[in-house]
């Protein structure tokens, strides 16, 4: 992507393959990396080196999760720094609707589902289906996910139509989220999948 290393040489803790397909009919590419020393760079398609931080605070060495919602990208960090925001111009902004301050978060069924904060450690938070950016609409909401129990929620995943919770560092248990609506015929459950695997990161 670019022949000279990052300004300040610092690490790079996480990169996003970043295509917004807009409401021209073509895709435009972006390639978006965060590093140690809490800056966010876009690299575009040519490697030029471009700091889209802005007055965004990162925790140092956080590392982050990319969760890309109807051509926004979001970054959430393993520190519980606030979410940021890009939707391809400018710089990263503070994620808005008032999103909690989690250390996972995943695409799932239309919402962006996001968990691990300080918190409330075991509580699993959802968006809207709508936007990505509503955090306390009707169709909003929160579980806890067997709070007190040594661990956090610290990992994310989707997977044909259910969202797989992992909990750790400590003990460990994954957990197995379905249904597709907050309420309904069809609504939200939890199953314990298994219990003493901890996932550390």
Not at 69 to 93: C, E, F, I, K, Q
Not at 104 to 119: K, V
Not at 183 to 190: K, L, Q, Y
């Amino acid at each position: 992507m670019n022949t000279t290393a990052i300004t300040a040489s610092p690490s790079v803790l996480g990169m996003f393959d970043f295509w917004l397909g807009g409401s021209s009919g073509s895709f435009t590419q972006f390639f978006v990396a965060t590093t140690s020393n809490g800056k966010v760079i876009n690299f575009g398609t040519g490697g030029t080196e471009s700091d889209i931080t802005g007055a965004a605070v990162i925790g140092a060495n956080a590392f982050p999760v990319f969760v890309q919602a109807r051509d926004l990208l979001t970054m959430w960090w393993s520190d519980a720094s606030v979410p940021l925001a890009w939707t391809g111009t400018g710089n990263v902004a503070s994620l808005t609707g008032s999103p909690p301050a989690a250390r996972c978060a995943s695409f799932h069924l239309n919402r962006i589902f996001a968990g691990g904060t300080n918190a409330n450690p075991s509580r699993l938070f959802f968006s809207s289906s709508v936007n990505a950016q509503d955090w306390t609409g009707s169709d909003t909401g929160s579980f806890d996910i067997d709070p007190e129990d040594g661990d956090r929620i610290i990992g994310l995943m989707s997977y044909k139509r259910k969202l797989f919770i992992f909990k750790g560092p400590n003990k460990g248990s994954i957990h197995v989220l379905s249904g597709t609506a907050p309420t309904g015929t069809d609504s939200f459950s939890r199953t314990v999948l298994m219990r003493g695997l901890a996932l550390q990161s």
